[in-house]
């Protein structure tokens, strides 16, 4: 992808905290998580996509 390239060459690139922007191995979602990426397989494994997805939206209101 074009943006892993210019991430790469940004001389003032960081990492994201792992403990809060992380991908989903089926170990549950930290209530502090700010993204969660859902992986292969584990996407919707257990419903944990679903819900999610619905806390995530019940927190907007």
């Known amino acids: 992808m074009t943006s892993n390239f210019v991430i790469a060459n940004e001389p003032e690139a960081m990492l994201l905290p792992y403990e809060r ?3 989903f191995w089926n170990a549950g979602v930290p209530a502090d998580a700010r ?3 859902f992986v292969g397989t584990y996407r919707h494994h257990g419903g944990a996509y679903a819900q999610a997805t619905a806390q995530a ?3 907007l209101g």
């Open 35 to 37: 993204f969660v990426h």
């Open 21 to 23: 922007y992380f991908n």
């Open 57 to 59: 939206i019940a927190a």
